[in-house]
């Protein structure tokens, strides 16, 4: 009923820039909270950065002032600017977001399937 669509992955070598962007469509009422987490091989999912619907944001200490999440509420769309990358920022990226269904009261976690970024060093 959700679907939340990434893009934006890829290969960069240390050092670069990636920008990842996520739409978010379907039967929404509305949104709250929107974000990224990532998931590096043998490790736990890992939150990077969220904002909410007013534009307060949070970010993990290893985002480190390098990385920028935005969001367009008209749009339902969520996107994380990527500076200085480094090899351990590598891994699979996913999009989430708090979302309330047309005719429903409450919030549900939604997440998109995910997109990899490989910084080689």
């Known amino acids: 009923q959700v679907q939340l669509v990434e893009s934006g992955g890829g290969v960069v070598q240390a050092g670069g820039s990636l920008r990842l962007s996520c739409a978010a469509s379907?039967?929404?009422?509305?949104?709250?909270?929107m974000g990224w987490y990532r998931q590096a091989p043998g490790k736990q999912r890992e939150l990077v950065a969220t904002?909410?619907?007013?534009?307060?944001?949070k970010y993990a200490d290893s985002a480190g002032g390098r990385f920028t999440v935005s969001r367009d509420n008209a749009k339902n769309t969520v996107s994380l600017q990527m500076n200085s990358l480094k090899p351990e920022d590598t891994a699979v990226y996913y999009c989430?977001?708090?979302?309330?269904?047309?005719?429903?009261?409450?919030?549900?976690?939604?997440w998109g399937q995910g997109t990899q970024v490989t910084v080689s060093s």
């Open positions: 989430y977001a708090s979302v309330r269904l047309v005719l429903v009261f409450t919030f549900r976690d939604s």
């Open positions: 379907g039967s929404i009422g509305s949104i709250n909270d």
């Open positions: 904002i909410t619907r007013g534009g307060d944001t």
